[in-house]
C-alpha cells in the first residue's frame, strides 16, 4: 500500500502562511472526503487538525484550514508561530477498505 | 477525561511474539471503531488495523495482514493487538487511537508504547 505524496519538509517565518499538499489517487482522496491531518511533535501523541477535508475539531486554532481538489488536499496554517513546528501528516480512506497516511512533512518555523 | 494509554511494549527477538493493549477510559471502547497506528524511527506514521464498533469488522494493511491481529474486551474497556512472526521492520512506536464516527478520523490518541525486534 502506497503512502499518499507529501513533500518531505516545508519551512516559514513567524506570521506567515504555508500549505502542505496531499496528494494521492482516484482511490483514495479523488474520490472520498474521508481526509484528515495531524500534528505530531515527536514523544508526543498525535493530534487530530482536521477531518473531513476542511472540519476543525473543537478546540483547533481557526489558523489551520484544510481542502482538496481532485487527487490532491492542502493544509494551510496561517499565521505561522514557533508552536507550530512539528510533522503534519494527512491521511485518507482508501478503496478495499482500507486508510493510508502520507509520509510527512517537517514544518520548520525559523 | 478522554483517554487511551498503550502497554505491552518491549524487546522481542525476530519471529517471536508480542501482544500489546489499549485501555480506554472516559468512555466506552465499544461505542466505537478504534485503530492501530506506528512510527518506526525516521519514518512516518503507518496505519495497521480498523476494529469497528461492531468488534467484527476488521481491517488491516497489508504489511501485517496474517502475522498481528486485533481483539476486544469490551468488559474491560480495552483493545489488544496480537504481533507474531515479528520481523526488524516491526520496531516501532505502536499507538491505538479512537475513530471519532464522522470521516474515519483519529480523534483520540494514546502516548504510544514501544517495539523493538531485535536479536
Known amino acids: 500500500q502506497s503512502a499518499l505524496t507529501q513533500p518531505a519538509s516545508v519551512s516559514g517565518s513567524p506570521g506567515q502562511s504555508i500549505t502542505i499538499s496531499c496528494t494521492g489517487t482516484?482511490?483514495?482522496?479523488?474520490?472520498?472526503?474521508?481526509l484528515c491531518w495531524y500534528q505530531h511533535h515527536p514523544g508526543k501523541a498525535p493530534k487530530l487538525i482536521i477531518y473531513?477535508?476542511?472540519n476543525r475539531p473543537s478546540g483547533v486554532s481557526n489558523r489551520f484550514s484544510g481542502s482538496k481538489s481532485g487527487n490532491t488536499a492542502s493544509l494551510t496554517i496561517s499565521g505561522l508561530q514557533a508552536e507550530d513546528e512539528a510533522d503534519y501528516y494527512c491521511?485518507?480512506?482508501?478503496?478495499?477498505?482500507?486508510?493510508?497516511f502520507g509520509g510527512g512533512t517537517r514544518l520548520t518555523v525559523v | 477525561e478522554v483517554l487511551v494509554v498503550e502497554s505491552g511494549g518491549g524487546l522481542v527477538q525476530p519471529g517471536g511474539s508480542l501482544r500489546l493493549s489499549c485501555a480506554a477510559s472516559?468512555?466506552?471502547?465499544?461505542?466505537?471503531?478504534m485503530n492501530w497506528v506506528r512510527r518506526a524511527p525516521g519514518k512516518g506514521l503507518e496505519w495497521l488495523s480498523y476494529l469497528g464498533n461492531d468488534g467484527r469488522t476488521i481491517y488491516y494493511a497489508d504489511s501485517v495482514k496474517g502475522r498481528f491481529a486485533t481483539s476486544r474486551d469490551s468488559a474491560k474497556n480495552s483493545m489488544y493487538l496480537q504481533m507474531n512472526s515479528l520481523r526488524d521492520d516491526d520496531t516501532a512506536v505502536y499507538y491505538c487511537?479512537?475513530?471519532?464516527?464522522?470521516?474515519?478520523?483519529?480523534?483520540?490518541w494514546g502516548q504510544g508504547t514501544t517495539v523493538t525486534v531485535s536479536s
Open positions: 487511537a479512537r475513530d471519532g464516527g464522522r470521516a474515519y478520523e483519529m480523534d483520540v
Open positions: 482516484i482511490s483514495d482522496i479523488g474520490t472520498y472526503n474521508y
Open positions: 491521511m485518507s480512506y482508501r478503496r478495499s477498505s482500507t486508510l493510508v
Open positions: 473531513g477535508v476542511s
Open positions: 472516559g468512555f466506552f471502547s465499544s461505542d466505537y471503531s
